[in-house]
């Protein structure tokens, strides 16, 4: 079938992006799926820092790549084996599909899934395939996913079915925000309630994260971040006390008002500077947690003899440390309880011919969650 996808042709391209148009809407083509896969109509999809870091180049990815990765949908048609799924249903797309056999898999442990991880770094499905290509040439796809997109061929593994009655918007949201950011504090760091915490890094999954620590019960939740606006919506959404990053005694004054630093601090700025700040703020005996991807080459300086003296934890938290199919379910239950308000986190809804112009307010720091919005209709 013939349908429209916004395809980055190569990294790297100047901004704004409004003039250099790195990403092209082409009517591409793609094919039906192949076992275990399925066609699935795009209702809504969310601008990440994870995409943009594809277009900067900060992570290297095959190219030509139909990017997106963040999205909601509903089904269209099923390949063979897919027994599970019907024309209709309604669905969150995962960014890392699970095979179900490799020994992470058989921990409980998805988002580090061996053959996705490679799947996704070759730009192919689960299966090893490629189902778009643009006059006869190949296209790879962004994370086994390509939600940028009208229509979109993914594995099974990718998707996590919902109700009917949940709006697409807000649902396309819980795939990647809401899973890496919730995911960090209640899966990777374990919140309790009554702990303190503080949030370095306040886009989409930054704020998700707070939302995340607010329905865990944290007493303290600091949101740092070097956007007054942002800081401003933090306090919206539950935080307890607001810093700005650029403060030349931003750590100290985080230290002063926790006590001697939080017990739990989260990272999602993707730089070494806010891990280090991250780092620097935690208690002793406290947890540090980082969601942020920055480049490959960058190096983190830590004290080695804080690790030991200060009983200290540094963690990576890869898409929230999630099991979608249980998380997903959980976290829309929050939703529907009111306790986790992810349509506050969206700052405006673009037709696809718009996308470049919304990367460009991503990356200048103007919006939290942008969502491209497809006609549901058709």
């Known amino acids: 079938m013939k349908t429209r996808a916004a395809v980055l042709g190569a990294m790297g391209a100047a901004r704004p992006y409004a003039t250099s148009r790195p990403l092209r809407i082409e009517e591409v083509d793609l094919a039906p799926p192949g076992p275990g896969e399925v066609l699935i109509r795009i209702a809504a999809a969310g601008l990440c820092h994870s995409d943009l870091s594809v277009i900067n180049g900060d992570r290297p990815r095959p190219m030509p790549m139909a990017l997106g990765h963040e999205a909601s949908a509903v089904v269209v ?63 790879n ?149 980082t969601a942020g991807l920055p480049p490959a080459s960058a190096m983190l300086p830590v004290p080695a003899v804080s690790l030991v003296a200060e009983e200290r934890t540094l963690k990576g938290s890869y898409i929230g440390t999630c099991v979608p199919a249980r998380d997903i379910p959980r976290y829309l239950s929050l939703w529907r309880q009111g306790r986790l308000p992810v349509d506050q986190l969206l700052t405006g809804t673009l037709r696809l011919d718009q996308i470049n112009e919304a990367f460009d307010q991503l990356h200048e720091g103007k919006a939290i969650r942008q969502v491209v919005v497809f006609d549901q209709t058709s």
């Open 141 to 289: 796809h962004h994370l086994g996913c390509s939600v940028f997109a009208e229509h979109a061929v993914v594995s099974r593994h990718s998707l996590v079915r919902i109700a009917r009655d949940i709006p697409l918007v807000e649902a396309a949201l819980f795939g990647c925000a809401v899973l890496t950011g919730v995911g960090a504090v209640i899966n990777t760091a374990r919140v309790p309630a009554g702990a303190s915490v503080a949030v370095v890094g306040l886009g989409g999954v930054g704020l998700a994260a707070l939302l995340g620590a607010h329905a865990a019960g944290a007493r303290q939740i600091v949101a740092i971040d070097l956007s007054d606006d942002k800081l401003a919506h933090a306090r919206k959404l539950g935080a307890t006390h607001t810093i700005n990053a650029s403060l030349p005694d931003a750590r100290e004054q985080v230290r002063a008002l926790s006590g001697g630093g939080v017990e739990y601090a989260f990272e999602f700025a993707g730089s070494v500077r806010a891990l280090e700040l991250a780092y620097g703020i935690t208690a002793r005996g406290g947890t540090t947690v």
């Open 77 to 139: 048609e099923t390949g063979a084996g897919v027994a599970d799924l019907h024309a209709g249903d309604h669905v969150v797309v995962i960014f890392m599909p699970s095979c179900g056999h490799c020994l992470p898999c058989a921990e409980g442990r998805p988002a580090l899934c061996e053959p996705g991880a490679a799947a996704n770094g070759a730009g192919t499905l689960l299966s090893g395939a490629r189902r778009i290509s643009h006059v006869g040439h190949a296209i």
